[in-house]
C-alpha cells in the first residue's frame, strides 16, 4: 500500500526559506506525476507546483512562480519543494499529492492519492 508522507515543515520567517520532502512509501513505481497543493484557514487547496514522473518537466502555481521551485528524486521515490522568500501569505498546511498519470497537472481532481500534510507558518 502506497502513502505519502510530508517532511521538513514548521515555522519560518518572512524573507526565508524551506525545504519540505514527501517520501511515496511502498511505491515500487514511478510513472507518477506529483504535486504540491496548500490550504489556508477559510480558502481552498491551492495549487502550489507538480513534477512529472522522470522529473523532466514542472508547473509552477501563479502564487509560487519565481519562488519556490520542485524537483524529485526518483530513486528514492520522493518529491521536493523549495520554498524562498516566503510571505506571510504563505502560511497553509501544505499537501503532497501522487496523480493517475504522469505529467504534472494543476488540477485537483487529478490527483489520486494524497498525504496528510504539514503545516508551514510564515511569521512577519
Known amino acids: 500500500q502506497v502513502q505519502l508522507v510530508e517532511s521538513g515543515g514548521g515555522s519560518v520567517e518572512a524573507g526565508g526559506s524551506l525545504r519540505l520532502s514527501c517520501l511515496a512509501s511502498?511505491?515500487?513505481?514511478?510513472?507518477?506525476?506529483m504535486a504540491w497543493f496548500r490550504q489556508s484557514p477559510g480558502k481552498e487547496r491551492e495549487f502550489v507546483a507538480a513534477?512529472?514522473?522522470?522529473?523532466?518537466?514542472?508547473r509552477i502555481g501563479d502564487a509560487a512562480k519565481g519562488r519556490f521551485s520542485v524537483s524529485r528524486d526518483t530513486g528514492k521515490n520522493t518529491i521536493f519543494l523549495h520554498m524562498s522568500s516566503v510571505t506571510p501569505e504563505d502560511t497553509a498546511i501544505y499537501y503532497c499529492?501522487?496523480?493517475?498519470?504522469?505529467?504534472?497537472?494543476?488540477?485537483?481532481?487529478?490527483?489520486?492519492?494524497w498525504g496528510p500534510g504539514v503545516q508551514v507558518p510564515v511569521s512577519s
Open positions: 499529492a501522487e496523480a493517475f498519470g504522469g505529467s504534472p497537472s494543476a488540477a485537483f481532481f487529478d490527483y489520486t492519492l
Open positions: 511502498g511505491r515500487t513505481d514511478r510513472r507518477y506525476a
Open positions: 513534477i512529472g514522473w522522470s522529473g523532466a518537466s514542472t
